[in-house]
C-alpha cells in the first residue's frame, strides 16, 4: 500500500482509507436524509389538497400518550420543578408594609422579575434572588411594564435595553445598562433619568411588546394598536418620540385620543413573529387581528380580524361533534416563528385547552407551498384562516383523564405546548404536551405529563437558551447539543423554575432508578425506537459527566441495540464526490452491497445517527465564503466561527473515547461471525476511521479560525483559496488533504513571515492532527525557520551551522517537506549541494524499495502501476532541483553558480536525477554547451540518456536530429569516431521525412570526415563503411542537383514524388527512372550515368543528341555542352558524334565556321577534337548537304588547324603536327575535285606549309 506525496508535502490518505472514508460518509449521508424526514406540522396535522381544514386528539391514533404509560413505574418525569427562588426581603418587607397596587412579570432576556407596588418599581435577579434594582421617581401608580431592545444606533453602546413604564397618564421610557458583577455576573442598572416621556391622552395601555428590531409596540384598552417611534439626535439620548396609532389610520393623528366612535374591547395581549414580520394582538372580546409590519418605524398595517364568533364557527365546521363553547374564549395566542413551524404562524390556546393552529396565507395556497418544497414563510400573507384543531386530553374514547379546565396561560414553542390550568385560589397545573418523544409518529401524537404547582401562576415564560437554536430538526435529532429547555414561574410568592426533560435526560432518569435491563428501559427502546434510542442512549454514554450514568448506558445500548434485523431496502445515497477544480482524489462508491441492505444491528444504526447529528451543522455547510470590506476589497472569511467548530470538535471527541473503549464488545471475532457480521464490523471501523479524520480536520479548521483568515489567505495560493470557496465541509472531511495540506503550509508561513517562532503553533498541530501535520511536518517546518535564520546570519560559522542542523531535519523529514520552498530558501543561501541532497533524501524517502528505478531501467509499460507511480514521484521531487537551475541559468551572472550545482546533480549516483539533469539540458539547449564543448570527462549516463531518447524519438515519428548530433558530439569527444560517423549515417539515411537533403548530405560529409579521422583507424570493416559513405554521398548530391533544377523548372511532378526527392535519399535507380528520364533532365542523366558507371553507347549517344534537339541558339547549346563535358568523361563524352551534330547546327544557323571546333578544343583538347575532326572529314561529303553547305566542316577544319598553328610551340607536340598536316592533306585531297573552292584550298595549303615546317 502507497500513500501519494501532495503539492505541499503532506502525506496524502491512502486509497484503502479512502474507501472506508467513501462508505462512512455515504452512510452518514443516508442518516442525515432520514433526519430531514421527521413529518413536519403541517404532514402531521394531515392538511392537504383533499383536506384543507383537519381535526386532531380525537382518536386514538392522533391522541396522546400519558408520559407515564411506558415507564413502567420508572421515577422519570417530563418536566421537573428545578428550583425556587423567594422574593428578595426588601420587596417582601415592603408588601407588608402598606396596602398596595401591585403588578409583576418576568424578563427572561436579562435573568429577572420585576413587581411593582404603586409608584414603586422593583427588578430583581431570579436566578438568585439578588441584585435589586429599585425605581421610585413616578408619582402615578405604574400600570405596566415592559423590556425591549432599543433600536440599532440611536443609543449609547452601553445601553443594552429599554425599561418601558407605563402609568395611567404617561408612558416613561428608561435606559438600562450593565456592570461587571461578582462571580462573572452582571449587575443592572438603571438611569435615573428618562429617555423619552409621552402622554397617554386617556388612554389606558393594557400591554406592551418589543420586536428584534427595537420597536415598540402598545394595545390600548380602546381596542387600538399603537407604536411608540424615536429616534436619535446630536444629543446624549435620542429626544424624538411620537405614538402612532396603527388602527385608526391617518385620522388617528388629526383628532384627539379621547375622541373614540368604536365599541370599546381593549387588547389584551401582544404576540409578535420576528421572523415573518407579523404581530398578533388578542382582544378582550377574543377577536384576533393580524398586522403586517414594514421594514421602518412607524410603518404596520392590518392584514386579517377574526372575530370570537367567525372563530368559533370556523372550529365547529372542523369538529362537527363538540358544542362551540369548547372553542372559547383564547386565553393565550402564541406566534409560530419560521423555526417552530414553516407553516402554521400562529397559535390560539382557549381556556379548555383546545389548540386553534392559524395561518396568513388561503389554505390551497399554503398546501401548494408545501407541496413545491418551499417553505411557507416566502410567500407574502393575505389573511387569518384556521386551518387545525388540536384538542386537549380527554376527548378520545378511551380517555382516563378528564380534559383540562380553567387554562389562563399557555406557552407553544417548537412542539411543546405548556398548558396553565388554575384549579384554585392557591393551586393550579402545569399541563405539559410534546411531541419531542413522537418526532417520527405520521399522525400529531404527542405525550401527556402534569406538574402540580402550590400557588396560583402569574406568568409564565421560557428562559433563553445560552446557544441561540434556529434548528428545525426536532429535539431528538438535537439533544446533544441542547440545554433542557428551561422555564420560570411567576407567582406571588416568588420564581419557580421548571426543566423539560431532553429524551436523554428521560433515560438518565430511568437508568438511575431502574437500572440498564430493567423493563421500563426496554420500554423506553420501544417507545422511541431502538435505533433512536440508541443514540439517546449514546448521548448518555459519551458526554454524561457522571461514570454511573455513562456504565449504565453503555451497558443499555450494547444489550438493546445488538439485534440484527432486516433494513428496509430503498434508494442509494447518492455518492459523495469531491467537486471544485482538479486538485484531490475523488471518493469512490463502494463496490460491495451497501450495510443498509443487509440485516444490521441498531447499534450500528445509533451510532451513525449520532456522528451524523454532531456533523450535521457543519456538513453540508461551505467552508469559506469572499466578503467585502469597507474599502471594497474582497476577503476570506469562515462560514462559521471557532465556537461552533470547538463544539463539533469536543462532541467527536467523546465519541472517539467512546469507540476506544467499547468498539471491539460492538462486533464479533469468532467462527461464527457471518457476512452481516463482517459487513457492519467494517462499517464501523469506516464510522470510526471518518470521526478520527474529523477530529483532526476539523481541528486544524479550529485553528485556522483562531489565526483569522483573512490573514492567512495571502499565505495561500490563489487556486488554493478558490477550492476552499468551493468546498463543503463535508467535502473537506472526506476527501480534503491537498486542501488541509494547503492551510498547513499557510499557517507555518504565517509565522515565518513574522520572524515567529513556530515551534508552539507546530506542538499545537501536532496534538491536534498528528495525521495531517506528523512529526516529520514538525521537522521540516523547524528545519525551514533555522533556513530563515541563516539567512538573516551574518556571522559564517553561526550560518553554516544552522545551514547543517536544517539539511539534517529536513533530510530526516523526507518526504513531507515543502520542497519548492525549501530549494527557494537553498537556493537563496547558495547551499547548491543542500539542494541535490534534500531531493535525493525526498526521493529515497517517496521510493524507498526502487521501484520507480527499476521501471526506468527495464523500460516497463506504463500499465506496471506501482513502478510507474513510485517513477513520477521521483521525478516529482527531482524537478525542484531542475528548477533551481533554470532560475540560477535565466540570471546573467548566475552560470559560474548554475555550474556548480550541475556538477553536484551530475555526481550522484542515482541515474534518475541524472535523467531529470539531462532532460533539462535539453530542453534548454545546453548539452552541447555545458558537457561535450568543455574539457570536462564526458559525464556518466549521457549515452544511454540519448539512446534512449533515439528510440523514443523514431517510436513516435518525431524529429531526432537534434539528439543525432549531441551523439555524435559525444562519440566524437570520447574518440570514438566510427560511432560517431554510424550515427551520422542513421541520421541520413533515416525514412523520416522529416530531414531536408541537403542536411542528410551533410550528415554522410560530416561522417565521413569522422571516419577518415586519425583516430578512427583503418580496417576492412572501416574501408567498406568508407566507400558505402562515399557512394551514398554522391549520389546524394546528384539528387541534389536534379532537385535543384526540379525547383527552376516547371514540372507535373506528384507532391509525393516531390517531397520524396526532397526530404529522402534516393537510389540511383530510382533518381534516374522516376526523375531524370521523365523530366528531360539530360546533364542529370550523364551525370548519373557517369555516376554509376553505366557503358550503354547507345543511351548515351541518345541523351547527347535528345540535349542537342532540345537546346536553342547555338550559343546557349556551346555553353551548356561545355559545362556538361567537362563534368563527364570518356564515353560518357562522344566528341565525334557531338561534332558532327554541332556543326550541322551551326551551319544550319549560319555561325561562323570553327565556332564549335574552338568550343569543344576547350572541354576535350586539341589532340582529340583534331582526331574526331580527321574522322568526320572522312564521311561522304553527301552527309553534309542537309547542313546546308557540304563544305562547311571542311572550313570548320580549316578555321581549327589555324588556330592550332597559331598557339605556341609548347602547346604543338608532334602528334598534333602530324594529325595537322594529315587533316589539311586529306581535305586538300577532296578540294582538288571541286570548283570554286580556290580560297579554300589556299588556306589549307598555307595551313599544310606552317605545320610542315614544324617537323
Known amino acids: 500500500m502507497f500513500s501519494s506525496l501532495n503539492q505541499t508535502g503532506m502525506m496524502s490518505a491512502p486509497l484503502v482509507t479512502q474507501d472506508l472514508l467513501s462508505t462512512a460518509g455515504n452512510t452518514v449521508e443516508r442518516m442525515l436524509a432520514a433526519d430531514s424526514t421527521f413529518p413536519s406540522l403541517l404532514e402531521a396535522t394531515k392538511v392537504s389538497q383533499h383536506c384543507l381544514h383537519t381535526a386532531s386528539g380525537l382518536s386514538d391514533i392522533d391522541s396522546y400518550v400519558s408520559f407515564d404509560s411506558f415507564l413502567h413505574g420508572a421515577n422519570a418525569k417530563h418536566i421537573v420543578s428545578i428550583g425556587q427562588v423567594p422574593l428578595p426581603r426588601e420587596i417582601s418587607q415592603h408588601i407588608r408594609a402598606s396596602h398596595y397596587h401591585s403588578k409583576q412579570g418576568l424578563f427572561p432576556e436579562i435573568h429577572r422579575a420585576w413587581m411593582t407596588i404603586d409608584s414603586d418599581l422593583y427588578l430583581w435577579s431570579y436566578d438568585q434572588g439578588i441584585d435589586t434594582a429599585y425605581f421610585d421617581r413616578l408619582t402615578e401608580t405604574i400600570t405596566g411594564v415592559a423590556l425591549v431592545k432599543p433600536r440599532q444606533g440611536v443609543f449609547q453602546p452601553y445601553v443594552r435595553r429599554l425599561l418601558v413604564v407605563v402609568t395611567c397618564l404617561e408612558v416613561v421610557i428608561l435606559g438600562v445598562t450593565f456592570s461587571a458583577g461578582p462571580a462573572g455576573s452582571e449587575l443592572l442598572n438603571l438611569i435615573p433619568d428618562s429617555v423619552f416621556q409621552l402622554p397617554l391622552d386617556n388612554v389606558c395601555v393594557t400591554t406592551t411588546v418589543g420586536t428584534n428590531d427595537g420597536r415598540i409596540f402598545q394595545g390600548g384598552d380602546e381596542g387600538s394598536l399603537f407604536e411608540i417611534v424615536y429616534k436619535g439626535n446630536d444629543g446624549w439620548f435620542g429626544k424624538s418620540c411620537k405614538r402612532i396609532n396603527h388602527s385608526h389610520g391617518l385620522l388617528s393623528l388629526l383628532v384627539p385620543s379621547f375622541v373614540n366612535f368604536s365599541e370599546k374591547e381593549s387588547i389584551t395581549q401582544i404576540a409578535v413573529d420576528d421572523s415573518r414580520g407579523l404581530l398578533y394582538a388578542l382582544t378582550s372580546k377574543g377577536t384576533i387581528r393580524a398586522y403586517l409590519l414594514g421594514?421602518?418605524?412607524?410603518?404596520?398595517?392590518?392584514?386579517?380580524?377574526?372575530?370570537?364568533?367567525?372563530?368559533?364557527?370556523?372550529?365547529?365546521?372542523?369538529?362537527?361533534?363538540?358544542?362551540?363553547?369548547?372553542?372559547?374564549?383564547?386565553?393565550?395566542?402564541?406566534?409560530?416563528?419560521?423555526?417552530?413551524?414553516?407553516?402554521?404562524?400562529?397559535?390560539?390556546?382557549?381556556?379548555?385547552?383546545?389548540?386553534?393552529?392559524?395561518?396568513?396565507?388561503?389554505?390551497?395556497?399554503?398546501?401548494?407551498?408545501?407541496?413545491?418544497?418551499?417553505?411557507?414563510?416566502?410567500?407574502?400573507?393575505?389573511?387569518?384562516?384556521?386551518?387545525?384543531?388540536?384538542?386537549?386530553?380527554?376527548?378520545?374514547?378511551?380517555?382516563?383523564?378528564?380534559?383540562?379546565?380553567?387554562?389562563?396561560?399557555?406557552?407553544?414553542?417548537?412542539?411543546?405546548?405548556?398548558?396553565?390550568?388554575?384549579?384554585?385560589?392557591?393551586?393550579?397545573?402545569?399541563?405539559?404536551?410534546?411531541?419531542?418523544?413522537?418526532?417520527?409518529?405520521?399522525?400529531?401524537?404527542?405525550?401527556?405529563?402534569?406538574?402540580?404547582?402550590?400557588?396560583?401562576?402569574?406568568?409564565?415564560?421560557?428562559?433563553?437558551?445560552?446557544?441561540?437554536?434556529?434548528?428545525?430538526?426536532?429535539?431528538?435529532?438535537?439533544?446533544?447539543?441542547?440545554?433542557?429547555?428551561?422555564?420560570?414561574?411567576?407567582?406571588?410568592?416568588?420564581?419557580?423554575?421548571?426543566?423539560?426533560?431532553?429524551?436523554?435526560?428521560?433515560?438518565?432518569?430511568?437508568?438511575?432508578?431502574?437500572?440498564?435491563?430493567?423493563?421500563?428501559?426496554?420500554?423506553?427502546?420501544?417507545?422511541?425506537?431502538?435505533?433512536?434510542?440508541?443514540?439517546?442512549?449514546?448521548?448518555?454514554?459519551?458526554?454524561?459527566?457522571?461514570?454511573?450514568?455513562?456504565?449504565?448506558?453503555?451497558?443499555?445500548?450494547?444489550?438493546?441495540?445488538?439485534?440484527?434485523?432486516?433494513?428496509?431496502?430503498?434508494?442509494?445515497?447518492?455518492?459523495?464526490?469531491?467537486?471544485?477544480?482538479?486538485v484531490s482524489t475523488p471518493l469512490r462508491a463502494p463496490t460491495q452491497a451497501s450495510v443498509s441492505n443487509m440485516g444490521i444491528s441498531a447499534r450500528h444504526e445509533g451510532l451513525y445517527i449520532l456522528v451524523s447529528r454532531i456533523l450535521r451543522p457543519l456538513w453540508s455547510m461551505a467552508t469559506c465564503k469572499q466578503v467585502q470590506t469597507d474599502n471594497k476589497r474582497l476577503v476570506l472569511t469562515s462560514n462559521c466561527d471557532s465556537e461552533l467548530v470547538a463544539a463539533v470538535c469536543t462532541y467527536l471527541e467523546a465519541v472517539a473515547a467512546f469507540l476506544r473503549r467499547n468498539l471491539h464488545l460492538m462486533v464479533r471475532n469468532n467462527q461464527n461471525e457471518t457476512f452481516a457480521d463482517n459487513e457492519e464490523k467494517?462499517?464501523?471501523?469506516?464510522?470510526?476511521?471518518?470521526?478520527?479524520?474529523?477530529?483532526?480536520?476539523?481541528?486544524?479548521?479550529?485553528?485556522?479560525?483562531?489565526?483569522?483568515?483573512?490573514?492567512?489567505?495571502?499565505?495561500?495560493?490563489?487556486?488554493?483559496?478558490?477550492?476552499?470557496?468551493?468546498?463543503?465541509?463535508?467535502?473537506?472531511?472526506?476527501?480534503?488533504?491537498?486542501?488541509?495540506?494547503?492551510?498547513?503550509?499557510?499557517?507555518?508561513?504565517?509565522?515565518?513571515?513574522?520572524?515567529?517562532?513556530?515551534?508552539?503553533?507546530?506542538?499545537?498541530?501536532?496534538?491536534?492532527?498528528?495525521?495531517?501535520?506528523?512529526?516529520?511536518?514538525?521537522?521540516?517546518?523547524?528545519?525551514?525557520?533555522?533556513?530563515?535564520?541563516?539567512?538573516?546570519?551574518?556571522?559564517?560559522?553561526?550560518?553554516?551551522?544552522?545551514?547543517?542542523?536544517?539539511?539534517?531535519?529536513?533530510?530526516?523529514?523526507?518526504?513531507?517537506?515543502?520542497?519548492?520552498?525549501?530549494?527557494?530558501?537553498?537556493?537563496?543561501?547558495?547551499?547548491?549541494?543542500?539542494?541535490?541532497?534534500?531531493?535525493?533524501?525526498?526521493?529515497?524517502?517517496?521510493?524507498?524499495?526502487?521501484?520507480?528505478?527499476?521501471?526506468?531501467?527495464?523500460?516497463?509499460?506504463?500499465?506496471?502501476?506501482?513502478?510507474?507511480?513510485?517513477?513520477?514521484?521521483?521525478?516529482?521531487?527531482?524537478?525542484?532541483?531542475?528548477?533551481?537551475?533554470?532560475?540560477?541559468?535565466?540570471?546573467?551572472?548566475?552560470?559560474?553558480?548554475?555550474?556548480?550545482?550541475?556538477?553536484?546533480?551530475?555526481?550522484?549516483?542515482?541515474?534518475?536525477?541524472?535523467?531529470?539533469?539531462?532532460?533539462?539540458?535539453?530542453?534548454?539547449?545546453?548539452?552541447?554547451?555545458?558537457?561535450?564543448?568543455?574539457?570536462?570527462?564526458?559525464?556518466?549516463?549521457?549515452?544511454?540518456?540519448?539512446?534512449?531518447?533515439?528510440?523514443?524519438?523514431?517510436?513516435?515519428?518525431?524529429?531526432?536530429?537534434?539528439?543525432?548530433?549531441?551523439?555524435?558530439?559525444?562519440?566524437?569527444?570520447?574518440?570514438?569516431?566510427?560511432?560517431?560517423?554510424?550515427?551520422?549515417?542513421?541520421?541520413?539515411?533515416?525514412?523520416?521525412?522529416?530531414?531536408?537533403?541537403?542536411?542528410?548530405?551533410?550528415?554522410?560529409?560530416?561522417?565521413?570526415?569522422?571516419?577518415?579521422?586519425?583516430?578512427?583507424?583503418?580496417?576492412?570493416?572501416?574501408?567498406?563503411?568508407?566507400?558505402?559513405?562515399?557512394?551514398?554521398?554522391?549520389?546524394?548530391?546528384?539528387?541534389?542537383?536534379?532537385?535543384?533544377?526540379?525547383?527552376?523548372?516547371?514540372?507535373?511532378?506528384?507532391?509525393?514524388?516531390?517531397?520524396?526527392?526532397?526530404?529522402?535519399?534516393?537510389?540511383?535507380?530510382?533518381?534516374?527512372?522516376?526523375?531524370?528520364?521523365?523530366?528531360q533532365l539530360w546533364e542529370s542523366q550523364l551525370a548519373i550515368l557517369q555516376c554509376s558507371n553505366h557503358e550503354d553507347a547507345n543511351l548515351v549517344n541518345d541523351i547527347w543528341h535528345q540535349l542537342i534537339c532540345n537546346t536553342r541558339p547555338l550559343e546557349a547549346l556551346i555553353s551548356r555542352v561545355e559545362s556538361v563535358g567537362k563534368l563527364l568523361q570518356g564515353h560518357l563524352f562522344p566528341l565525334e558524334l557531338l561534332a558532327k551534330e554541332l556543326e550541322a547546327v551551326a551551319c544550319q544557323e549560319g555561325a561562323p565556321a570553327g565556332t564549335v571546333a574552338k568550343s569543344l578544343v576547350k572541354v576535350a583538347g586539341l589532340e582529340s577534337v583534331m582526331s574526331s575532326y580527321e574522322r568526320l572529314l572522312r564521311q561522304p561529303e553527301w552527309a553534309w548537304g542537309p547542313a546546308g553547305d557540304e563544305h562547311y566542316i571542311m572550313r570548320s577544319a580549316a578555321e581549327l588547324l589555324g588556330e592550332a598553328a597559331n598557339m605556341p610551340a609548347i602547346q604543338r607536340r608532334k602528334e598534333v603536327v602530324v594529325l595537322a598536316i594529315d587533316v589539311a592533306t586529306s581535305c586538300l585531297s577532296q578540294l582538288y575535285t571541286k570548283t570554286c573552292v580556290e580560297e579554300l584550298i589556299g588556306q589549307f595549303r598555307r595551313v599544310q606549309s606552317i605545320f610542315k615546317t614544324m617537323q
Open 295 to 582: 421594514a421602518e418605524p412607524g410603518n404596520a398595517s392590518l392584514l386579517a380580524s377574526l372575530s370570537e364568533s367567525t372563530l368559533v364557527q370556523q372550529a365547529v365546521s372542523i369538529v362537527r361533534t363538540l358544542d362551540g363553547s369548547v372553542f372559547k374564549p383564547v386565553v393565550s395566542l402564541q406566534a409560530l416563528e419560521v423555526t417552530d413551524s414553516s407553516h402554521f404562524h400562529v397559535v390560539g390556546v382557549t381556556s379548555s385547552g383546545v389548540r386553534l393552529y392559524l395561518t396568513t396565507l388561503v389554505p390551497a395556497s399554503l398546501v401548494a407551498a408545501s407541496a413545491g418544497g418551499q417553505w411557507l414563510g416566502s410567500g407574502r400573507p393575505q389573511g387569518l384562516h384556521l386551518v387545525h384543531v388540536r384538542m386537549p386530553p380527554g376527548y378520545t374514547a378511551g380517555a382516563t383523564q378528564a380534559s383540562p379546565q380553567h387554562v389562563c396561560r399557555a406557552l407553544c414553542r417548537r412542539g411543546t405546548s405548556l398548558m396553565v390550568q388554575q384549579r384554585a385560589e392557591q393551586a393550579s397545573v402545569i399541563a405539559c404536551l410534546s411531541r419531542d418523544l413522537l418526532p417520527s409518529a405520521s399522525h400529531l401524537a404527542e405525550t401527556e405529563a402534569r406538574l402540580q404547582l402550590d400557588d396560583s401562576v402569574d406568568e409564565i415564560v421560557e428562559l433563553p437558551p445560552s446557544i441561540p437554536g434556529t434548528s428545525r430538526e426536532p429535539l431528538v435529532v438535537t439533544q446533544h447539543m441542547e440545554l433542557q429547555t428551561k422555564y420560570a414561574v411567576l407567582s406571588k410568592q416568588g420564581v419557580t423554575l421548571l426543566a423539560k426533560q431532553r429524551p436523554s435526560d428521560v433515560l438518565k432518569s430511568i437508568l438511575l432508578g431502574s437500572g440498564p435491563e430493567s423493563p421500563a428501559t426496554r420500554g423506553f427502546f420501544a417507545f422511541l425506537g431502538e435505533e433512536q434510542a440508541c443514540a439517546t442512549a449514546l448521548v448518555l454514554a459519551c458526554f454524561d459527566p457522571n461514570s454511573s450514568v455513562v456504565e449504565a448506558a453503555t451497558r443499555a445500548y450494547l444489550l438493546m441495540g445488538a439485534e440484527r434485523r432486516q433494513a428496509p431496502v430503498s434508494a442509494p445515497a447518492t455518492p459523495l464526490m469531491f467537486n471544485p477544480s482538479n
Open 682 to 1079: 467494517k462499517s464501523l471501523e469506516a464510522l470510526k476511521q471518518l470521526v478520527f479524520q474529523s477530529l483532526e480536520v476539523l481541528g486544524l479548521w479550529r485553528i485556522v479560525c483562531e489565526h483569522q483568515l483573512h490573514v492567512l489567505a495571502p499565505q495561500l495560493s490563489a487556486d488554493l483559496q478558490t477550492q476552499l470557496t468551493k468546498t463543503t465541509f463535508k467535502e473537506l472531511l472526506m476527501c480534503g488533504q491537498d486542501v488541509c495540506g494547503g492551510l498547513l503550509v499557510g499557517l507555518i508561513g504565517l509565522y515565518l513571515g513574522d520572524n515567529a517562532s513556530i515551534d508552539a503553533i507546530s506542538a499545537k498541530l501536532r496534538t491536534t492532527c498528528p495525521s495531517l501535520f506528523r512529526s516529520e511536518d514538525a521537522a521540516s517546518a523547524k528545519a525551514k525557520q533555522l533556513l530563515q535564520q541563516a539567512q538573516q546570519e551574518e556571522d559564517p560559522s553561526t550560518k553554516n551551522g544552522l545551514l547543517v542542523t536544517s539539511l539534517r531535519l529536513l533530510q530526516e523529514a523526507a518526504p513531507h517537506v515543502d520542497l519548492s520552498a525549501v530549494c527557494q530558501q537553498l537556493l537563496a543561501l547558495k547551499s547548491f549541494d543542500g539542494i541535490v541532497r534534500v531531493c535525493t533524501a525526498c526521493a529515497k524517502a517517496v521510493d524507498p524499495y526502487d521501484f520507480g528505478l527499476k521501471h526506468y531501467t527495464n523500460e516497463l509499460p506504463a500499465e506496471e502501476t506501482v513502478g510507474a507511480e513510485c517513477l513520477r514521484r521521483r521525478m516529482e521531487t527531482y524537478s525542484e532541483a531542475v528548477n533551481a537551475l533554470d532560475k540560477l541559468y535565466s540570471q546573467s551572472e548566475g552560470h559560474i553558480n548554475g555550474r556548480i550545482l550541475l556538477q553536484s546533480c551530475l555526481r550522484q549516483s542515482d541515474p534518475l536525477l541524472r535523467e531529470a539533469v539531462y532532460e533539462w539540458l535539453l530542453c534548454k539547449g545546453l548539452i552541447q554547451t555545458e558537457l561535450l564543448q568543455r574539457n570536462d570527462p564526458a559525464p556518466e549516463g549521457l549515452e544511454v540518456f540519448l539512446q534512449r531518447l533515439q528510440i523514443k524519438s523514431r517510436a513516435e515519428g518525431s524529429d531526432e536530429r537534434k539528439v543525432s548530433e549531441l551523439l555524435w558530439a559525444l562519440y566524437e569527444k570520447t574518440g570514438r569516431h566510427a560511432m560517431a560517423a554510424s550515427v551520422l549515417h542513421k541520421a541520413a539515411v533515416t525514412p523520416e521525412p522529416l530531414v531536408p537533403l541537403s542536411e542528410r548530405i551533410y550528415c554522410l560529409s560530416r561522417a565521413l570526415l569522422s571516419l577518415r579521422s586519425s583516430g578512427a583507424g583503418y580496417n576492412q570493416s572501416t574501408g567498406l563503411f568508407s566507400k558505402e559513405l562515399e557512394d551514398q554521398l554522391d549520389v546524394a548530391k546528384l539528387q541534389l542537383k536534379v532537385l535543384e533544377e526540379v525547383q527552376k523548372m516547371d514540372h507535373n511532378l506528384s507532391p509525393a514524388l516531390l517531397e520524396r526527392l526532397n526530404k529522402t535519399l534516393l537510389s540511383i535507380t530510382d533518381l534516374f527512372q522516376l526523375y531524370a528520364v521523365p523530366l
